[in-house]
C-alpha cells in the first residue's frame, strides 16, 4: 500500500478551501482556511527561531478552541512531535506527562495557565500562552527573541502578503515516522504514550473519507463536542472535517447537555460524533417523557398508528439533534440497550462503532443503512479484526486487530508494547467480543475496565481504586459507574476497625473524609459522588483479582 504524506493533505486543503470558514469558537470569532494558514506560518517561525526541530516534542494542554487546533496543525505541520493533554488532568499529571514525554515546549489554556507551576517541568524551554501564543515562561533568549519579533520576522519573510503559495509544510516523514504521542491517562505508575505514527492518521482520515466522502462537503459545519486530546474527537470531529473543507465549531465552554442541544439547534451540523452518554441523556431528558405518557404508549400499541406515530418521534428526535445530519455515530463506551432499541425502532440515522487510542482511534465501523443493532460494525477500511477464539461466533474471544492504524508502540515502554502488539503484527485490544458470519463484531465485555466521563474522558477505575485503597481504613475497593457519576465501593479494615472500637457512623463518617480528601486530588471526572460501605470481602477468582463485574 502506498502511503501519501499527512501532511500534504492538511496543505491541499488549506490551499483548496482558502477562503471557506474553518474554525469557529462557538458564539466567538471565526477564523478562515488563510487564517488558519497565517497563524501556522508565525508558530512555525517561532518554531525555527526558538531551535525547535523535527522530532522534537510539543505538548498541548488546554480547552478544545481555534487556538488549540492551529497550535495542533502548526506542530504537525513543522515535523515536530505532538503529545496532546486533557487538560481536566491534575497539575501533578500534567508534569508527569510533560516531563516523560520530554517535550520542550508546552502551550497551555486559560484555565490550565492558572494551576500549573514551570519549576515542575524542568526540561521544558518555554510555555506559550494558547489564546494569544504570547510566551507564559521562557528559558532561552532564542524563544523570547521570536516572540518578541515576530511579526517584524513574519513582515520580511513575507513582505508583500502572505499568499497561497507560500504554505508548504513538512513533508519528508515516512509512513512510519512518529506523529503524535497520546497518554491513556495522566498518571506515572499507569500512563502509556501511545506512538502514532503519520500512517495512522492518514489511515483514519482516508477511511473517514471513504465512508462519508460523498455526504461531507466542503463549508459543511460540524461541532467539536469531545476533546481534541482523544484520539476519537481528534480525528473525526477536527482531522477528517478539517481536511474536507468544513467548518468546525468549539464548545469552548464545557458542554452541558443544555449548550449541545442549543448547539445542535443553533449550528445544524452535517455529522454528529459522540460519546453514548451524551445520546443518552438527551433521550432520557427530551424525548422519554413525551412519549411515556398513557396516551402516546397507547398509541404505539395500535399497529396501524404505531408507525406513524414512530415516524413523528424520529423527526422530534433529529430536530433535538440539528436535524441536518447524515447519520450520528456513536462510540467511546457501551450503548445503553434500552436507548439503541428505541433509536432503531424510531428509525433514527445512528451507528455505533468501535476504536481504541492505540488505532488512533478506528477500528470496526458501519453505515447506519447496513448497521446491525447491537453490534459495533465491521472491520474499517485498511484494517483486519479477528476474534481470538475456537468458535469466533458463539465464544467470546480477545479482538484483534492489524492494519496501518496500529501503533508503533508505547513511549519507553518496550515492555507493555511487547504485550500489545505481537510477532505478527497483531494489536490485542484486551476488548472481548464475538463475530457473526457477515463479519459484525459484538463487544462482550472490556476486559480493560475503562469507563468513560461524561464528556468521553478514559477514566482507569484501577488507577482510582489504588489511591483509594490507600487510604485510612481502607482495605478494598471498586469504583463503579452509575449514569454519570463515580461512586466508590468500599470494605473497610475489619481489624483496624475492631483494634480502633469503631461504631458503623463513625466508620461512615471516616469514609466522607476520605471522600473529600480523593476528590481533592483528582480532576472533575474522576471524583466520587458517593461510598458505599460493604460489609463482606469483594469476590474474587482463583488469581485474586476482584470479580468487579459482579459490583457493576
Not at 59 to 71: K, M, Q
Not at 82 to 90: D, S
Not at 99 to 122: C, R, W, Y
Not at 154 to 172: A, I, N, S
Request: charged letters at 20%; proline letters at 5%; aromatic letters at 10%.
Amino acid at each position: 500500500m502506498i502511503i501519501p504524506s499527512f501532511n500534504k493533505m492538511i496543505e491541499q486543503s488549506i490551499k483548496e478551501h482558502w477562503n471557506l470558514d474553518a474554525l469557529t469558537d462557538y458564539k466567538g470569532a471565526t477564523l478562515q482556511y488563510h487564517d488558519v494558514a497565517r497563524k501556522i506560518e508565525k508558530l512555525h517561525i517561532m518554531f525555527e527561531n526558538s531551535g525547535v526541530k523535527h522530532g522534537d516534542k510539543i505538548a498541548l494542554c488546554g480547552r478544545n478552541s481555534s487556538a488549540w487546533a492551529c497550535a495542533f496543525l502548526a506542530t504537525i505541520t513543522y515535523g515536530a512531535v505532538a503529545v496532546p493533554i486533557l487538560h481536566e488532568f491534575t497539575p501533578d499529571q500534567i508534569y508527569n506527562i510533560v516531563n516523560h514525554s520530554e517535550a520542550k515546549l508546552l502551550f497551555v489554556g486559560d484555565v490550565v495557565a492558572t494551576q500549573i507551576d514551570g519549576t515542575k517541568m524542568p526540561a521544558l524551554e518555554g510555555i506559550i500562552y494558547i489564546p494569544d501564543y504570547s510566551v507564559f515562561l521562557s528559558r532561552t533568549d532564542k524563544l523570547t527573541y521570536a516572540r518578541e519579533h515576530l511579526n517584524e520576522i513574519f513582515g520580511k519573510k513575507y513582505p508583500k502578503y502572505f499568499r497561497k503559495e507560500h504554505v508548504d509544510y513538512y513533508q519528508e516523514e515516512s509512513p512510519e515516522e512518529l506523529a503524535l504521542i497520546n497518554y491513556t491517562s495522566g498518571t506515572t505508575g499507569f500512563s502509556k504514550g501511545v506512538m502514532l505514527p503519520y500512517r495512522a492518521l492518514w489511515s483514519n482520515a482516508d477511511f473517514a473519507n471513504n465512508v462519508l466522502g460523498k455526504q461531507i462537503k466542503p463549508g459543511d459545519s460540524v461541532i467539536s463536542i469531545l476533546p481534541m486530546a482523544h484520539m476519537y474527537g481528534m480525528a473525526f470531529e477536527f482531522i477528517f472535517e478539517f481536511i474536507a473543507g468544513c467548518h468546525v465549531y468549539y464548545l469552548t465552554r464545557t458542554p452541558s447537555p443544555a449548550i449541545i442541544a442549543q448547539a445542535f439547534t443553533d449550528i445544524k451540523p452535517k455529522i454528529i460524533i459522540a460519546v453514548p452518554l451524551v445520546i443518552e441523556k438527551i433521550i432520557r431528558k427530551k424525548v422519554f417523557p413525551k412519549i411515556q405518557t398513557h396516551t402516546m404508549r397507547l398509541l404505539m400499541s395500535m399497529p396501524v398508528i404505531s408507525k406513524k406515530v414512530y415516524e413523528k418521534i424520529c423527526q422530534q428526535v433529529s430536530a433535538a439533534f440539528g436535524g441536518q445530519f447524515y447519520e450520528v455515530i456513536i462510540g467511546g463506551a457501551a450503548f445503553n440497550q434500552e436507548v439503541e432499541q428505541f433509536l432503531h425502532k424510531i428509525g433514527f440515522r445512528y451507528t455505533v462503532g468501535y476504536g481504541a487510542t492505540e488505532c488512533a482511534p478506528i477500528i470496526c465501523y458501519s453505515d447506519y443503512k447496513t448497521f446491525v443493532p447491537g453490534s459495533c460494525g465491521r472491520a474499517a477500511l485498511h484494517q483486519e479484526v479477528r476474534i481470538d477464539s475456537s468458535d469466533p461466533e458463539h465464544v467470546a474471544g480477545e479482538i484483534l486487530t492489524k492494519g496501518p492504524n496500529v501503533l508503533l508502540g508505547y513511549y519507553k515502554n518496550p515492555e507493555a508494547s511487547n504485550a500489545a502488539i505481537d510477532a505478527e503484527g497483531w494489536f490485542h485490544t484486551g476488548d472481548l467480543g464475538t463475530m457473526d458470519a457477515e463479519g459484525n463484531v459484538f463487544i462482550r465485555g472490556r476486559s480493560k475496565n475503562m469507563l468513560l466521563g461524561s464528556n468521553g474522558q478514559n477514566i482507569y477505575p484501577e488507577e482510582l481504586e489504588d489511591h483509594l485503597s490507600s487510604m485510612p481504613l481502607v482495605c478494598e475497593s471498586v469504583i463503579v459507574q452509575r449514569g454519570d457519576k463515580l461512586v466508590g465501593l468500599i470494605y473497610p479494615d475489619p481489624d483496624e476497625v475492631a483494634t480502633m472500637g469503631l461504631s458503623p457512623d463513625e466508620v461512615a463518617t471516616l469514609m466522607e473524609q476520605n471522600r473529600q480528601t480523593f476528590n481533592a486530588t483528582m480532576p472533575p471526572y474522576s471524583r466520587l459522588s458517593a461510598i458505599e460501605i460493604q460489609d463482606s470481602e469483594f469476590e474474587k477468582t482463583p488469581k485474586k483479582s476482584i470479580k468487579r463485574y459482579l459490583y457493576k
